[in-house]
């Protein structure tokens, strides 16, 4: 066996992130492929997770070597304090009535402040930027509706590389494609009920 250490440690993540959001998962109705209800997309979506995980587990048994690159001492430190950062404004936000304390919002506040903190050093950007916009799309979805969380969520993962915000036509152009594309799969073929634009 050659072992690919970031193929590991990607698998390992892909499987852990699979399962926890499983796990929290159980509260929502799945209802059925055709009438899908709000938890049978993201059942769907971690199972698949879950496939690509025992993919890359075993590939990267064979595939190697490959070893992680050593992390510099600003890149732990920020690690630890976008943990730490994270449950802290968690814990506030859960406290705080109205939107940040509803459902799993003082979860998803948390997450997403965590990840801002850890993506302050270039070689994190790439994992946490993304992460926070995918929280960001969840926090957004129902105040400000399903087509402006596309958008916050792309315009936040385009910080992720320096290569995006050089091409601003081609975040727009994604921005488009996808809400056009989530709009007739979502809305108008699977009959998904969320609102498209804000509530006021």
């Known amino acids: 066996m050659k072992l690919n250490t970031k193929d590991l440690l990607s698998a390992g993540l892909f499987i852990a992130f699979a399962v926890v959001g499983l796990w929290l998962n159980q509260d929502h109705n799945l209802g059925t492929a055709r009438r899908m209800g709000p938890g049978y997309m993201p059942m769907l979506v971690f199972w698949l997770l879950i496939g690509l995980g025992s993919f890359v587990l075993v590939s990267g048994l064979f595939n190697g070597p490959d070893p992680l690159a050593k992390w510099s001492s600003a890149e732990i430190g920020f690690l630890i304090g976008g943990a730490v950062v994270g449950v802290v404004v968690g814990m506030i936000a859960a406290r705080i009535p109205g939107f940040p304390s509803a459902g799993w919002n003082a979860l998803g506040i ?91």
């Open 110 to 200: 948390g997450l997403f402040v965590g990840c801002l903190v850890a993506a302050v050093p270039p070689g994190w950007r790439a994992l946490f930027l993304p992460s926070a916009a995918f929280t960001l799309f969840g926090l957004t979805l129902e105040p400000l509706g399903f087509l402006v969380a596309i958008v916050v969520t792309v315009i936040c993962s385009a910080f992720a590389d320096k290569e995006h915000l050089e091409r601003p036509l081609g975040v727009a152009g994604l921005i488009a494609f996808l809400c056009a594309l989530c709009w007739a799969i979502f809305i108008r073929y699977l009959d998904i009920r969320v609102p498209l634009w804000p509530q006021l």
